[in-house]
């Protein structure tokens, strides 16, 4: 079964032009293309990312906060009772008077302690301003890193400046691999993707999810089928907006409100002009319009990376939808 679904996934007709086979990919003295199993990489160096992350929260985010004035509030731990934890668990974390009246008489203990205990339980399940403090530390960290890699990558790239040059000579295409965003940004995701259930209330949630299962299928994907021009531009549009906001919130956590307001003003300008106006008439131009000159008979992968894409493009709607409600409320509301 294994072996014939791996037949279906590198079926030729998904990936390749016409008259194009996997044979193709094989290295020459003036080509080396991406590997597939060059991607299981990303698993010990997600191991690596980890420990830099602990240190760097530990050694540099931690001093910084307390620079800034940001202080570690320990909160008080209810007592533990087996009971109100397996009813706050798999019940509600919210109980009615008369759900907390009914637990008291369970428990033999007043209404005013189990209000005290549920109050107290819920408070350990929101995150410290330390926390969210070293969270958005290495957020910034890490996008600020991206950034620039992707700008030294970019530079110099012709088809940085002409995106037509995207789809020449596809694909035969070489543009070193192992210097590409692609690993590095599939790695990005995998634990963005399992970060997101431990704050599941978040009104977006649903879109962080989907966001990072779009972004690791579009990265894997475009690896495996050498499209390493147009990916490593997609990565580049959505990683230069997204430090200025963990600033921003660095910021916000330290009571700095003018240099937060103008640090979040220049994320949404920025995010308007990469995501809402370079995205679609820059990126998805390149995708859905670009590759008919270049081949007649679009292979399936065409509509399946450009689904993926409109999805992101669905997403990018909505959070600037939120962004505009949050600068309308500041223009108007101070």
């Not at 509600?92 to 209404?111: R, Y």
């Not at 307001?261 to 994320?267: G, H, V, W, Y």
């Not at 998805?284 to 081949?295: D, E, G, K, V």
Request: charged share 15%.
């Amino acid at each position: 079964i294994l072996k014939t679904l791996n037949s279906w996934f590198w079926w030729e007709n998904i990936w390749m032009p016409i008259n194009c086979s996997w044979a193709d990919f094989v290295d020459r003295e003036d080509l080396v293309f991406p590997k597939p199993h060059q991607l299981y990489a990303t698993i010990p160096y997600a191991f690596v990312l980890l420990i830099i992350r602990f240190l760097s929260e530990r050694f540099i985010a931690i001093p910084l906060a307390k620079a800034l004035g940001i202080k570690n509030i320990r909160r008080v731990k209810p007592q533990p009772n087996p009971v109100l934890e397996s009813y706050f668990r798999e019940c509600t974390k919210h109980p009615s008077q008369s759900e907390i009246q009914g637990l008291a008489k369970k428990c033999n203990c007043t209404v005013h302690f189990v209000e005290k205990w549920f109050r107290r339980r819920r408070n350990l399940e929101i995150p410290t301003v330390l926390r969210k403090f070293r969270e958005a530390f290495w957020r910034f960290s890490f996008y600020l890193a991206s950034s620039v890699a992707g700008l030294i990558f970019l530079y110099d790239k012709p088809w940085f400046y002409d995106i037509w040059l995207t789809w020449l000579g596809y694909p035969f295409q070489q543009e070193k691999p192992c210097w590409s965003l692609h690993p590095v940004d599939t790695l990005r995701n995998c634990p963005c993707f399992v970060l997101p259930f431990y704050f599941s209330s978040s009104q977006d949630f649903l879109a962080h999810v989907v966001h990072h299962l779009a972004a690791i299928g579009l990265m894997s994907c475009s690896w495996c089928g050498n499209y390493l021009r147009i990916g490593t531009l997609v990565i580049f549009v959505h990683d230069t907006a997204d430090f200025w906001l963990e600033a921003a919130k660095m910021f916000n956590y330290a009571h700095w409100e003018k240099t937060c307001n103008t640090l979040f003003i220049i994320f949404a300008i920025t995010f308007f002009i990469t995501r809402i106006i370079l995205f679609p008439c820059w990126i998805l131009r390149a995708t859905l319009y670009q590759p008919t000159f270049y081949s007649t008979t679009p292979v399936i992968a065409y509509f399946l990376f450009n689904g993926q894409l409109l999805i992101l493009q669905g997403l990018h709607l909505y959070w600037g939808y939120l962004i505009f409600k949050i600068l309308r409320r500041f223009i108007y509301l101070k």
